[in-house]
């Protein structure tokens, strides 16, 4: 009776490892999992100051999760809401800025054709009244060349969260409380838009400031490995 039972324990502690052991390898493979989130109402409160609110609406298209590394472009949309202002986009004057390191980087609005040169410069997007304009941007430094064809395309992460355990020792900090999800990954897109009567053409209006500066910002959280859940609807 006791070796019969000794036998039973042991079937049962090895059902019971095995059971872990497949647990914790599904647990690995669904936390690597991060979410981008726009802070669309500190945009909204920037156009209600600057008197644009009624004109201008931006909005974000994001993903419910991504891979660590898998974000390489922002898809935006900037609606013209008025029936007589033109608004153009200044993609050259933008910048997309990174909180941890304090970097401004470039904004590249992705073109559908092959890249060859990043250093001409780019027209600005006119949007007429009533229309919306969607773009896919990202940084400069996204991308990379290839030596075959001498084209460029975006091969980096717009931002390098697995990178930061290769820099130093607050990069290293940061990246440990951002797994742990004690801290967020902040960062920003500057995007320059200048507003015109549309019989103005592209000089200043009178009414509007020839330069409107809006702070987009983002955070990046660590996503629960819990998300995966059928039945855990909150992402």
């Known amino acids: 009776m006791t070796r019969s039972t000794d036998q039973n324990l042991l079937v049962l502690t090895i059902y019971i490892i095995g059971v872990s052991y497949i647990f914790n390898r599904m647990v690995d493979a669904i ?10 109402s500190v945009v909204d409160d920037q156009l209600k100051e600057q008197e644009l609110d009624d004109k201008i609406g931006i909005s974000f298209k994001l ?4 891979s660590y590394d898998d974000v390489k ?3 935006i949309s900037i ?17 997309l800025v990174v909180e941890h390191s304090k970097q401004s980087r470039r904004v590249i609005r992705k073109s559908p054709d092959l890249t060859r040169d990043l ?12 229309k919306t304009l969607t773009e896919s941007i990202t940084a400069e430094d996204v991308f990379e060349r290839d030596k075959e ?5 975006a091969k980096k992460p717009l931002i390098n969260i697995t990178g930061l355990q290769k820099g130093g020792p607050p990069q290293k900090k940061l990246h440990s409380e951002f797994m742990n999800r004690g801290k967020e990954i902040d960062f920003s897109l500057q995007l320059v838009l200048r507003v015109t ?16 500066i809006i702070n987009c910002p983002f955070t ?5 490995w819990t998300y995966a859940l059928p039945w855990n609807k909150k992402k």
Do not use: H
């Open 79 to 95: 609606e013209n809401k008025s029936d007589d202002v033109a608004i153009y986009v200044d993609w050259d004057n933008s910048s």
């Open 119 to 130: 250093a001409v410069p780019q027209s600005p997007s006119l949007i007429v009244p009533k």
């Open 73 to 75: 472009d922002l898809s």
């Open 149 to 153: 064809t001498g084209t460029y395309s």
């Open 31 to 40: 936390d690597d999992r991060i979410k981008y989130e726009f802070k669309k």
């Open 63 to 66: 993903a419910a999760s991504n």
């Open 220 to 224: 990046i959280r660590k996503l629960p």
């Open 197 to 212: 009567k549309v019989r103005a053409g592209f000089a200043p209006g009178s009414e509007f400031p020839p330069i409107s």
